[in-house]
């Protein structure tokens, strides 16, 4: 991704939760894990728009009529990664289902939330997108919530830290979280991450 369209997606953000995934993803970036990235990447129609057919019963003919039933139906994911074979042997444990349903393997799609409560009606809607987004697009959208995100890998520099502090000082998350070098070295130190590495650069020929 060229810098100008790094700078449009960055625009286009409208919540800290996004903006806390985007600065996370750029350190992914720099890094080698991620090789591209995307905010908004287009729609896919899950359910196309249909008509029904109406009866109108004259004195001379049945007149069929095509009627209204319901508009299509289409999902936008927040996010489309793409990750290299490095980031599939890193990421798998955060982004397994997402990365082995996806074709390509290493295209990741996600939907950026600030919680997860599965009793909420936009909960509900986004299991019902995933499930339709599937079964016709062979895509499973991940619910991606940073703070979980952070915990489970790493915290970007940018939280770490806290805001107008004469002296540094880490931020509750900066204390309990991994830095990104500590995240990848934890994960290179697994002993079959070689192998794994091997397997991951052969899927994504």
């Avoid at 997606?9 to 903006?19: F, T």
């Avoid at 995240?183 to 002993?191: A, L, M, P, T």
Wanted: charged share 30%.
């Amino acid at each position: 991704m060229n810098e100008f369209k790094e700078l449009q997606n960055v625009m286009k953000l409208r919540s800290d939760e996004e903006r806390q995934f985007v600065a996370w993803i750029k350190e992914a970036k720099e890094k080698g894990l991620v090789t591209a990235w995307d905010y908004e990447p287009g729609s896919w129609e899950l359910v196309p728009k249909t008509p029904y057919t109406r009866h109108v019963v004259m004195k001379t003919k049945i007149k069929k009529t095509e009627q209204h039933l319901f508009h299509s139906m289409s999902y936008t994911p927040d996010v489309v990664i793409t990750l290299s074979a490095e980031g599939m042997v890193m990421l798998d444990s955060v982004l397994c289902m997402a990365i082995y349903s996806a074709k390509p393997y290493n295209q990741v799609y996600g939907d950026i939330k600030g919680t997860y409560n599965p009793h909420q009606k936009d909960t509900r809607y986004f299991s019902a997108m995933q499930k339709l987004m599937y079964v016709t697009h062979s895509i499973w959208p991940d619910k991606i919530i940073p703070k979980l995100l952070f915990k489970s890998t790493w915290i970007p520099e940018k939280y770490r830290w806290m805001k107008n502090r004469k002296k540094p000082t880490l931020t509750k998350a900066g204390k309990e979280c991994k830095t990104i070098d500590e995240f990848i070295k934890e994960q290179k130190g697994d002993e079959l991450y070689k192998k794994k590495l091997q397997y991951c650069k052969k899927l994504i020929k």
